[in-house]
């Protein structure tokens, strides 16, 4: 079974620009999260999404965005990035985050912002 | 205060210790408790989740809750080179609201 899939790995990016990333959950997974992962702040949530509608939301500013498609596909945006937006963005599914179920995580986009 | 709190290591062992991998938390209101193993450039992937307080085992793997210290362990027997890797402790107070993640303890096992 195909685990979630997120592109690209890498990406270098300019200060000011704008970037979108994009995660394919697990076939029948509903439910899309995204986590910023850093060396200073560890992992931090940033959004959720079940069926196509944002469902929890962390404690980013506005830039950073996000969606989720009806074949549960999901993107993010951050736009104006700053230097300190670099860091691995991992995003997770679940069949629905009721219950212990956990989630499971794709190997993440690690952004740089030079 | 966060949360959350889990010492970051990096923590190195011989082959065949046992590791003890703990976190403390703040918030009472966590009901759901859960282990992940990430390995470097990948993402986490889960090891245990227990509900509420009590132990778990699986394998070589045993999970432990306090509730009233608010404190929950990790204990790995017989470690192995390829448990070397970085821990994250994460819980939630339902199952509907996002996890909350320890910074993760770095383990090294050494053969």
């Known amino acids: 079974k195909a685990g979630v899939t997120q592109t690209p790995r890498y990406l270098i990016k300019t200060r000011g620009q704008q970037v979108t990333l994009s995660c394919s959950p697990i076939?029948?997974?509903?439910?899309v999260s995204w986590y910023q992962q850093t060396p200073g702040q560890g992992l931090q949530f940033l959004f959720e999404?079940?069926?196509?509608?944002?469902?929890n939301k962390g404690n980013f500013p506005g830039r950073f965005s996000g969606r989720q498609f009806s074949n549960s596909r999901s993107e993010m945006n951050v736009s104006t990035l700053e230097l300190g937006d670099s860091a691995l963005y991992l995003c997770?599914?679940?069949?629905?985050?009721?219950?212990?179920?956990?989630?499971?995580f794709g190997s993440g986009t690690r952004l740089t912002v030079v | 205060q966060k949360e959350v709190e889990q010492d970051p290591g990096p923590l190195s062992v011989p082959e065949g210790a046992i590791v003890s991998l703990n976190c403390t938390y703040s918030?009472?209101?966590?009901?759901?408790f859960m282990w992940y193993r990430q390995y470097s450039r990948k993402g986490p992937e889960l090891l245990m989740y227990?509900?509420?307080?009590g132990n778990k085992e699986d394998g070589r793997f045993t999970a432990q809750v306090d509730k009233s210290s608010k404190y929950i362990s990790l204990f790995i027997r017989d470690s192995q080179p390829s448990d070397s890797a970085t821990y994250l402790c994460?819980?939630?107070?339902?199952?509907?609201?996002?996890?909350?993640f320890g910074k993760g303890t770095r383990l090294s096992v050494i053969a």
């Open positions: 999404y079940f069926s196509e509608t944002q469902r």
């Open positions: 994460a819980m939630s107070p339902s199952g509907n609201t996002p996890l909350v």
């Open positions: 076939s029948g997974h509903r439910s």
């Open positions: 227990t509900y509420s307080s």
């Open positions: 918030n009472s209101a966590f009901q759901y």
């Open positions: 997770a599914s679940s069949l629905d985050t009721r219950g212990p179920y956990g989630y499971t």
